[in-house]
């Protein structure tokens, strides 16, 4: 039962390279969600996705990309690395409907450092 | 600007007592209330939630307390256990798409 899968666990990238997070959830849900945090800080929210096509922008989309082009799959692009975005990022899932709100479920997360 | 705040970041308790970590909000609009526990080099995962037409819910020996007028929630854990040290959040959301965590509070039971 994988639940959330994030890849890669690790990763180091220079100043002004690019990479892909990927995350894939095997629980059919609607919502996927990308989150940083940052030591002593709480999650802060990247973007979210609503279904597959459907993407938008939280608290802090600055030098992120999204796509959603099918249910399981949501990759978080950095263009141009930047130190600042040293971080632990986490991707989550939900099942959301109209009325009810669900918990999401976290993948372990991808610890970035850019030097 | 922070809407969901734990003011405490770190909280110790000795075994078999109970364990109470707070958190603050700042946004009336928030009607969904959850607690999260994280393990290092692991995922938070979802310990209990509360809706804002409750003002209590329980879980075994979890139990999420809701104060509307204060815009205060608090998780009781009854008795504490080692195996519950770890950092929990709090997360709240208004009905929509967007969920907000606080900083989240590092909780040691002592042996």
């Known amino acids: 039962n994988a639940g959330v899968t994030q890849t890669p666990k690790f990763r180091i990238l220079k100043i002004g390279q690019s990479m892909t997070l990927q995350c894939t959830q095997d629980?059919?849900?609607?919502?996927m969600y990308w989150y940083r945090q940052d030591p002593g800080m709480g999650l802060k929210l990247i973007y979210y996705s609503v279904g597959a096509g459907i993407t938008d922008k939280g608290e802090v989309p600055n030098g992120y990309n999204v796509s959603r082009s099918t249910t399981e799959d949501f990759p978080l692009r950095l263009e141009l690395a930047a130190p600042s975005q040293t971080s632990v990022y986490f991707c989550a899932s939900s099942l959301r409907d109209r009325v009810a709100h669900q918990p999401q479920h976290f993948g372990d997360g991808t610890r970035l450092s850019i030097l | 600007d922070q809407q969901v705040k734990q003011n405490s970041p770190s909280l110790s308790v000795q075994e078999g007592r109970i364990s109470i970590l707070n958190c603050d909000y700042t946004n009336s609009m928030f009607d969904y209330f959850l607690w999260y526990k994280k393990y290092p080099a692991e995922g938070p995962t979802f310990l209990i939630s509360?809706?804002?037409?409750?003002d209590k819910n329980e879980d075994g020996r979890f139990t999420v307390f809701l104060n509307k007028s204060a815009k205060h929630l608090s998780l009781h854990i009854v008795p504490s256990q080692p195996g519950d040290s770890a950092v929990y959040f709090c997360a709240a959301s208004a009905f929509g798409n967007q969920f907000y965590f606080g900083t989240g509070t590092s909780l040691t039971v002592i042996p």
């Open positions: 509360i809706s804002s037409i409750k």
């Open positions: 629980m059919n849900h609607n919502y």
